[in-house]
């Protein structure tokens, strides 16, 4: 069974499955040879070049898995009769903990008492906190419930939106209403035609002031000019883990915008994200092998 994998470590973890035959190949490698006979595709975090003609090459390919909870690179392209399967669950604990720390790095100002670190200046002065507030998790799935999990001891309110309302569980028809409440608005949703652009002018005009945007999801969720605009009022702030465009170029605005916290999206890359993927590799591999049903598959209805 002709495998694609993104790098060794993953090689390593199927090395003992019988007739599983493994290939490294990833954005920094050349493209192996075969790729007419690749059965199973673990693509690499970093897209490789030219998805839509890989898959399109890949004439014997049954199953694609990924080692992201988003598969936007690869579900407009798929192949007909091939399964795509997510890695649901295995960045829960790395984002979820990003998003605690990103809201309470912004409210406690945390950049700019860095910064008047770096000049060696006291700047004492109250700030926010995170205790008392309610926090707004819009797209409440896995890592939805894993950071509802941590902000247990935090002392705040939770309120959950989701694609469709359940029990505990606003629906996103009730979004408008609900941002005006917020005092933290976290970003979890997936990167989907129905999801582009909605954080636009009208849902920061909707966010009370003083609030803080967290996006943990994907850049094309939020109109990039939107929010720099928001921000350059100073009436809210945000931390970022990913934005639009990605990598964030040179000179944006949204580099010198006020009150804007940015890492380089790097929310699940953590050890702990790496020892569940393979975990999650491993095991989907072991069911498919035995033509069980796999975990993680992505339906029409994502």
């Known amino acids: ?62 199953l694609v898995q990924t080692v992201t909870a988003g ?18 669950g ?5 984002t979820a903990e990003w998003a605690v ?22 700047t004492y002065h109250h700030t926010g906190v995170l205790a008392d507030s309610t926090v707004l998790i819009v797209g409440y799935g896995s890592i939805g419930a894993a950071l509802e999990r941590r902000l247990e001891g935090f002392e705040v309110e939770v309120v959950r939106v989701a694609r469709t309302a359940r029990e505990g569980v606003h629906g996103m028809a009730e979004l408008p209403a609900l941002l005006p409440r917020a005092d ?14 909605m954080v636009d002018a009208a849902f920061l005009g909707r966010m009370r002031d003083g609030a803080v945007l967290v996006n943990a999801a994907r850049g094309s969720v939020v109109d990039t000019d939107a929010l720099v605009a928001e921000l350059r009022t100073g009436r809210v702030r945000a ?18 915008a006020p009150g804007v916290f940015i890492t380089p999206h790097v929310a699940g890359s953590t050890p702990a994200s790496e020892r569940r993927m393979l975990r999650l590799i491993r095991a989907q591999l072991g069911r498919y092998r035995a033509g069980e049903d796999l975990d993680n598959v992505i339906t029409a209805s994502y």
């Open 90 to 94: 295995v960045h829960d604990a790395g």
């Open 184 to 197: 933290v608005v976290v970003l979890l949703v997936p990167s989907t035609p129905d999801t582009a652009g």
């Open 239 to 256: 931390a970022l883990d990913v934005t639009a465009p990605e990598p964030l170029p040179e000179g944006h605005p949204l580099w010198s």
């Open 1 to 62: 069974m002709k495998t694609w994998v993104p790098s060794a470590s993953v090689a390593e973890v199927l090395s003992d499955l019988p007739g599983v035959e493994c290939a490294v190949y990833n954005s920094s490698t050349p493209m192996p040879e075969g790729i007419e006979e690749v059965e199973v595709w673990v693509p690499p975090l970093i897209p490789v070049p030219d998805v839509p003609g890989t898959l399109a090459k890949m004439t014997s390919l049954r």
């Open 101 to 122: 720390g990103a809201m309470i790095a912004v409210l406690r100002e945390f950049p700019g008492f860095a910064d008047a670190q770096r000049r060696g200046e006291w």
């Open 71 to 88: 598969v936007e690179p690869y579900r407009p392209h798929m192949p007909a009769g091939t399964l795509l399967c997510n890695a649901r």
